[in-house]
């Protein structure tokens, strides 16, 4: 069964860049059939497609963040990352990790990330 846990702030300043990660147990993130991606919630609104990364170092991006998104891996650590520049209050939302493979999503819990100075 894979696990995620996610860590990184819960607030941010306007304008500074949001650092979250997921690490991964109970399967590889070098594992050609997994695709790590970052999900978001703002309040009262649907959820958003930031951005994937496929066999740890292939990344897509959103057309309205991927000049802003960065996604990377450490495989020695079995983690990705997703960097989010120049955060707004805009961008206040529920922050989720996802591992895909053919047949399952899995989650990880989400971070409630507030931008305010």
């Known amino acids: 069964q894979v696990h995620l846990q996610q860590s990184g702030p819960g607030l941010v300043k306007p304008s500074q860049t949001l650092s979250l990660t997921c690490s991964v147990s109970g399967g590889s993130i070098t594992d050609n059939q997994y695709s790590g991606s970052w999900i978001r919630q703002a309040p009262g609104k649907g959820l958003e497609w930031i951005g994937m990364?496929?066999?740890?170092?292939?990344?897509y991006y959103s057309p309205s963040l991927q000049s802003r998104a960065s996604i990377s891996a450490d495989t020695s650590k079995n983690q990705f990352t997703l960097q989010l520049s120049s955060m707004t209050p805009e961008d206040t939302a529920d922050y989720y990790c996802?591992?895909?493979?053919?047949?399952?999503?899995?989650w990880g819990k989400g971070t409630l990330v507030t931008v305010s100075a």
């Open positions: 996802l591992i895909s493979t053919v047949d399952t999503n899995y």
């Open positions: 990364i496929i066999n740890s170092d292939i990344t």
